[in-house]
């Protein structure tokens, strides 16, 4: 519930509030989940975003850098060579295909 909340704070203008929720949230997640798990990207993107419109600039770079690193991890296409790729569909000849 924090997440979404901080989210509206930023947007309302009301950065105090918004920074406790979301600091908040990230601790919670990475007590429960670890450092490095996928449900940390949304809170680290909102606090970049927080962290820009505050004009720290090195801070929303910095999260913004460590979502990235986790989405890379978890959800970018790195993780397809492992998988195998079906073989593709040999064509069939027109004649074979009116009979």
Excluded at 26 to 48: F, T
Aim: one cysteine or more; glycine letters at 8%; aromatic letters at 6%.
């Amino acid at each position: 519930m924090q997440v979404p909340l901080g989210a509206l704070y930023t947007v309302l203008g009301r950065y105090d509030e918004a920074n406790h929720c979301l600091l908040g949230a990230l601790q919670a997640y990475e007590a429960r989940l670890g450092k490095s798990h996928p449900a940390l990207e949304e809170v680290l993107m909102n606090l970049a975003a927080l962290a820009a419109v505050e004009g720290d600039r090195a801070a929303s770079d910095g999260y913004r850098k460590r979502a990235g690193k986790i989405h890379e991890e978890y959800l970018g296409i790195s993780h397809l060579a492992e998988v195998p790729l079906p073989e593709p569909l040999k064509p069939q000849s027109s004649r074979s295909a009116v009979r």
